[in-house]
């Protein structure tokens, strides 16, 4: 409530945060609670001990809300040495213009079950309040389909002890290669696909549960591949009668499923509240999907690696243009570049003084920019066609040719001597 009451108060520009300093007798905050961060950009810190205390929580508020070191470093981390990051840094997926999401159902064994989802209505009712308010990150394309006699790829160990199924945690990545041949959402793709697989088992390895590293189930029978998507297996409850007709109609608990979901697409996009300290009490993002905080993690995140690939993307494009000495800039390509170099650089200007979405829209451009010049059909000709390939290719042309002519050109110096050397006959 108080963070519904306060938020008319507070500063909405994307990037700004707001704090606000409790008694510490105040009641506002539980018992044990000192900070609440809110879904919007506000928190409430309670006063306690000194001031060099109060500052100290202050700092490790923003630090938990807003972009630090270790931000930079995983928005970095491909261009960081191994080694120097944690895996868990290099999980969240890259900057990019649009991504495209695919929800599919996997149902190895229509004979057996008859699968009804309302695929439609789960997106416009849970999806669809996410991807707007990610829509100041890129753009979203959402799709869906059914694959039938689609398996894992991986055959589940049956547990006497439970009457089960179940898939151990190191099985889980040969699980991804089979099934991913199936889908062929990439292959056409111009951005980075998120697949997001709804699983019904064969009703010979029902009911298949998951397991972790160390052997208990996994609470939502569900599992998620960095930069890639997630997997959820929808055991199907077994008919009160063996003689029950097949195929069985199943009406999938969209709920259950797209909460699943939704948590993987936060991991996905490296948003993760468990490195919170244990007396900060943070607010449900709500039916949104994240907190508008979350939303700013985001736009830094992506800024700064918008900026990074633009520099190397122009590193690239000099050095490889510095190597062939005879190729020819065209003015489009030029004005690509200028207008890349110049949005970086307002990128950087506006980051620093804190406008968030200017910079974002800034570093986008200089993406653009720098693509377009990079893969400008004009230059790719010249630039995987080295001098070497050039030889490759002529003297198979002009050495047939030069061998007549070369032996013509020493016959005639031949006799052009001869004839010097004999003596001129006097009548």
């Not at 009641?27 to 506000?42: A, C, D, E, M, W």
């Not at 009668?241 to 948590?263: I, K, N, T």
Request: hydrophobic share 45%; aromatic share 8%.
């Amino acid at each position: 409530e108080a963070d519904a009451a306060l938020h008319p108060l507070q500063d909405t520009t994307l990037g700004s945060l707001t704090m606000y300093v409790v008694p510490e007798t105040s009641s506002l905050l539980p018992q044990g609670i000192s900070v609440y961060v809110g879904k919007h950009r506000s928190a409430l810190v309670r006063a306690g001990g000194s001031l060099a205390a109060l500052q100290a929580r202050l700092r490790e508020v923003a630090q938990v809300m807003s972009f630090t070191a270790g931000s930079i470093a995983a928005a970095l981390s491909d261009r960081v040495p191994d080694g120097q990051l944690s895996p868990d840094a290099r999980r969240s997926l890259k900057s990019s213009l649009g991504y495209e999401i695919t929800f599919s159902l996997l149902n190895p064994d229509p004979k057996s079950h008859t699968v009804d989802w309302d695929i439609e209505g789960a997106v416009n009712r849970y999806v669809k309040p996410v991807l707007d308010k990610l829509s100041l990150v890129a753009n979203f394309s959402v799709d869906s389909q059914i694959l039938y006699y689609a398996v894992l790829g991986v055959t589940p160990r049956y547990d006497k002890e439970s009457s089960s199924f179940l898939l151990s945690a190191h099985s889980l990545p040969h699980v991804i290669n089979p099934v991913e041949a199936r889908l062929g959402s990439s292959a056409a793709s111009l951005y980075p696909v998120l697949n997001f697989l709804l699983y019904v088992p064969e009703r010979s390895h029902s009911p298949l549960y998951i397991q972790d590293k160390d052997g208990a189930p996994v609470s939502t029978n569900a599992f998620h591949s960095p930069r890639w998507g997630g997997i959820m297996v929808y055991n199907v409850e077994a008919p009160a009668s063996p003689q029950a007709s097949l195929p069985l109609h199943v009406d999938v608990d969209m709920a259950r499923v797209m909460e699943v979901f939704l948590a993987q697409l936060r991991l996905l996009f490296g948003l993760s509240r468990e490195e919170v300290p244990a007396e900060f009490l943070l607010e449900g993002p709500g039916n949104e999907g994240l907190a508008d905080w979350e939303l700013d993690h985001l736009l830094w995140a992506h800024t700064v690696e918008n900026i990074a690939t633009v520099s190397t993307t122009l590193t690239s494009l000099a050095q490889l243009l510095d190597k062939i000495g005879n190729i020819v800039i065209k003015d489009d390509v030029a004005s690509e570049v200028y207008r890349a170099v110049a949005s970086v650089q307002s990128a950087v200007t506006e980051l620093s003084l804190g406008h968030l979405h200017t910079a974002f829209r800034a570093s986008k451009e200089a993406v653009t920019s720098s693509e377009r010049a990079f893969f400008d059909p004009s230059l790719l000709h010249l630039l995987y066609f080295p001098d070497d390939q050039k030889f490759a290719i002529y003297i198979p042309l002009f050495l047939p040719m030069a061998v007549p002519i070369l032996l013509s050109l020493a016959k005639i110096v031949r006799e052009t001597r001869q004839r010097k050397k004999e003596p001129t006959k006097m009548d």
